[in-house]
C-alpha cells in the first residue's frame, strides 16, 4: 500500500551513472576473497531514491546497483527491497533504507558491498524533484501501464499526492512518470520493484536513441543539477555521447531483485535474503564464476542469518511467513526498526527537497505529542472530498496515515481495531465523526486501525 513516506526511484540517474563506467576504468583495489574478483571493464554504482524532509535526513527508500559490462556493452540492474534485513556496520541489523539515515550515502555504501559482496565504486543519490527534472530531461518515456492506478494522501508532500492512472499505453512526463513509480498495491514494495524496473527499461530504450546525441550537454547539464553523485562533471557529459554510440539498438537492460522471502517479525515486515542463491545470483550478473572464498563467505553470511532468525533463513516462499523473536540481538533489530518507523511518522509534513534546495512545509495540523498510532483509510463513500477530509480528522486524531484508497460503497463508516487493543481503542475515540467500532484482526501492513469511511461521513 501506499504512504506518505514512500521514496521514488533514482531513474535516469542509474542508467546514466552506469554508463560512466566508459571512462572510469582504472585499476581496481586488492581482490578480497570474500568479494567476486572485479574483472577490468566491470564497474558497480549504488543508486539511491531518497525521501528527504524537513529536519530529516531521510530513508534511501529505493536501492539499486547497476552493474556495467564493457566488454558486453551491457548493463545489469539488481534492486534491493527496502526492508531487506541486513548487517549495518556500528548499528547491528537492521532494515537496509535505514543505512542513508544512520550515515548518510557512504555507509550505505558499505553496507551494500558488505551484503552483495562485491565493491561500489561510486554512488548516485536523486530525490523527488530531481527524479522528476531527469525524466523531462530525456522528453519523457512511453510507459504500458498494466491497470487503473488510483490514491491520494493529502499529507504527502506540499500538495499531496495523487496517483490517477489508467491502464494502456501512454507517454509519460517527470510528474505522471512519478506515480507510475511510487504506486503500491497489495504487493506491496515488491510489486512496486517490478514496476520500477520496467520504468528503466523504458529509459533505457529511451537512452539508446541517437537522437539524444545533439542533446548530450542540455541533458547532463540538467543531470548534474538535479543529483547528488562523486561522478564528475565531465564524466556525465561525455557518458551520453559514448552510450548512444556504442550501445546497439537491440541491448537489452538486465533487471533482478535481491532472492529472498517476505517475512513478519514481530509486526515489522521484513525482507529476509536467501544468502547462497543471492552470492550466486551476483556472480551471474557480474558476468564471473565465483571462487572458492566466494562461496565459502555465502555459506558463512546464511549461517549469520539462521542463527539470527532460529530457523532456515532461506525457507521461505512467495507466501510472507511470521518469524518470532528467539533471542536478544534480533529483539534488538527489531526494535530499532519500530524506532525508525516511529520517527519518520512524527516527521512534519511536506514533502522531499530538491537535490540541494529547501522545501516549504504546507498549513497542516502537525501531529500530535502522544504516541502515534497507524491508520489505514479505505474510502467507501464514494465521495474523493471525504477521504481526504477524513485523513485530516485521523491525523488531528494521533493517528499516522499509511495508505489512503477506495473501497466497494459503504453506508455506514466502520472502524476496525485488533480486539484487545485498549490504545487503539481509547485513540478513536478522539476521532470527530460518528462511526462503528469494530474489534477484529487488523494486518500488521495495515497499521493498528483500518477506518473505512462510510456515506454517512460528515452528517
Known amino acids: 500500500m501506499l504512504g506518505k513516506y514512500k521514496a521514488v526511484i533514482a531513474g535516469i540517474g542509474v ?5 560512466a563506467g566508459f571512462f572510469l576504468l582504472g585499476p581496481g583495489k586488492k581482490p578480497d576473497p570474500g568479494q567476486v574478483a572485479q574483472i577490468q571493464g566491470k564497474r558497480n554504482i549504488l543508486v539511491l531514491g531518497v525521501d528527504r524532509r524537513s529536519g530529516d535526513t531521510g530513508r534511501s527508500d529505493t536501492l539499486f546497483v547497476t552493474m556495467l559490462d564493457t566488454s558486453r556493452n551491457q548493463a545489469a540492474l539488481l534492486s534491493i527491497p527496502r526492508d531487506t534485513l541486513v548487517s549495518i556496520p556500528g548499528h547491528g541489523w537492521d532494515k537496509v533504507n535505514h543505512a542513508y539515515a544512520y550515515g548518510g550515502h557512504e555507509l550505505s555504501r558499505k553496507t551494500v558491498e ?119 562533471a565531465g ?120 537535490t540541494g ?6 498549513n497542516l495540523p502537525p501531529p500530535p505529542p502522544q504516541k502515534t498510532l497507524r491508520a489505514s483509510l479505505v474510502n467507501c463513500s464514494g465521495n474523493p472530498q471525504y477521504g481526504v477530509e477524513a485523513a485530516n480528522d485521523a491525523r488531528n486524531a494521533g493517528f499516522a496515515i499509511v495508505s489512503i484508497t477506495n473501497g466497494s460503497p459503504m453506508d455506514r463508516t466502520q472502524v476496525l481495531i485488533n480486539a484487545g487493543s485498549s490504545a487503539a481503542e481509547e485513540r478513536t ?20 486501525v483500518v477506518i473505512y469511511v462510510g456515506r454517512d461521513y460528515g452528517k
Open 429 to 448: 475515540g478522539a476521532l470527530p465523526f460518528d462511526f462503528q467500532l469494530i474489534q477484529g484482526a487488523v494486518s500488521p501492513s495495515s497499521g493498528d
Open 15 to 19: 542508467l546514466l551513472a552506469a554508463v
Open 114 to 232: 558488505n551484503f552483495l559482496g562485491i565493491p561500489i565504486s561510486n554512488y548516485v543519490l536523486v530525490d523527488f524533484q530531481g527524479f522528476i527534472k531527469l525524466v523531462d530531461a530525456i522528453g519523457g518515456v512511453d510507459i504500458d501501464v498494466e491497470k487503473s492506478m488510483q490514491y491520494t494522501d493529502p499529507y504527502d508532500g506540499e500538495n499531496g499526492l495523487v496517483i490517477n492512472l489508467q491502464p494502456g499505453k501512454q507517454h509519460m512526463d517527470g510528474t505522471t512518470a512519478i506515480q507510475y513509480v511510487r504506486y503500491r498495491d497489495e504487493e506491496g514494495d515488491i510489486g512496486r520493484v517490478a514496476r520500477q524496473q520496467k520504468f528503466m527499461k523504458a529509459v533505457f530504450a529511451k537512452l539508446r536513441s541517437a537522437s539524444l546525441l545533439t542533446r548530450a550537454p542540455e541533458i547532463a547539464h540538467t543531470l548534474y543539477q538535479s543529483i547528488d553523485t562523486d561522478l564528475s
Open 235 to 354: 564524466d556525465l557529459a561525455s557518458l551520453l555521447v559514448t552510450f548512444a554510440k556504442n550501445v546497439s539498438g537491440t541491448s537489452q537492460l538486465e533487471t533482478a531483485m535481491v532472492q529472498g522471502s517476505p517475512a513478519y517479525i514481530d509486526d515489522i515486515s521484513y525482507w529476509i535474503p536467501n544468502m547462497t542463491a543471492l552470492r550466486q545470483q551476483v556472480a551471474q550478473l557480474q558476468g564471473v564464476q565465483p571462487g572458492e572464498g566466494y562461496r565459502m563467505a555465502a555459506q558463512a553470511a546464511k549461517k549469520k542469518y539462521d542463527e539470527l532468525l532460529g530457523t532456515n533463513s532461506a525457507a521461505g516462499s512467495g507466501e510472507k511467513r511470521t518469524l518470532q523473536v528467539q533471542n536478544q540481538e534480533l529483539k534488538k533489530a527489531v526494535e530499532k526498526a519500530r524506532k525508525m518507523d516511529k520517527e519518520k511518522a512524527a516527521l512534519p509534513v511536506g514533502g522531499s527537497s530538491g
Open 357 to 362: 534546495k529547501g522545501s516549504t512545509a504546507p
